[in-house]
């Protein structure tokens, strides 16, 4: 089994930045893709960015290209999020997930294996 804990949530305000991290225990983290997805109250959970083994190849919708980059340590073992410019509407509970095919990134729930338990970030305007 892979564990995965997030850490780095908190308050913000408008315009702030914050970076989150995951950390990976248990199998081998280089053997896994990586991704970010959040989930507002009321909301689905929704996809927010990957990256491959390598950090070769990473994808994030168009919505936060530019604002949130997803990136990687495979020393550490750890994925990290970070998120500038935040906006009140990126409001969630923020979950990162690995995935078994570790070369090709995905924005599909269902492709990720394992799932942390999720960090909060709240944004105030």
């Known amino acids: 089994q892979l564990q995965l804990v997030e850490s780095g949530g908190g308050l913000v305000q408008a315009g702030g930045s914050l970076r989150l991290s995951c950390a990976a225990s248990?199998?081998?983290?280089?053997?896994?893709?990586m991704g970010w997805f959040r989930q507002a109250p009321g909301k689905e959970r929704e996809f927010v960015a990957a990256?491959?083994?390598?950090?070769?190849?990473?994808y994030s919708t168009d919505s936060m290209e530019g604002r949130f980059t997803i990136s990687r340590d495979n020393a550490k073992n750890t994925v990290y999020l970070q998120m500038n410019s935040l906006k009140p509407e990126d409001t969630a509970v923020y979950y990162c997930?690995?995935?078994?095919?570790?070369?090709?990134?995905?924005?599909?729930?269902?492709?990720?294996?394992?799932w942390g338990q999720g960090t909060q970030v709240t944004v105030s305007s």
């Open positions: 990256i491959n083994w390598s950090g070769a190849s990473t």
């Open positions: 248990g199998r081998t983290f280089s053997s896994y893709a």
């Open positions: 997930a690995a995935r078994s095919s570790p070369r090709l990134v995905s924005t599909t729930l269902s492709d990720y294996d394992y």
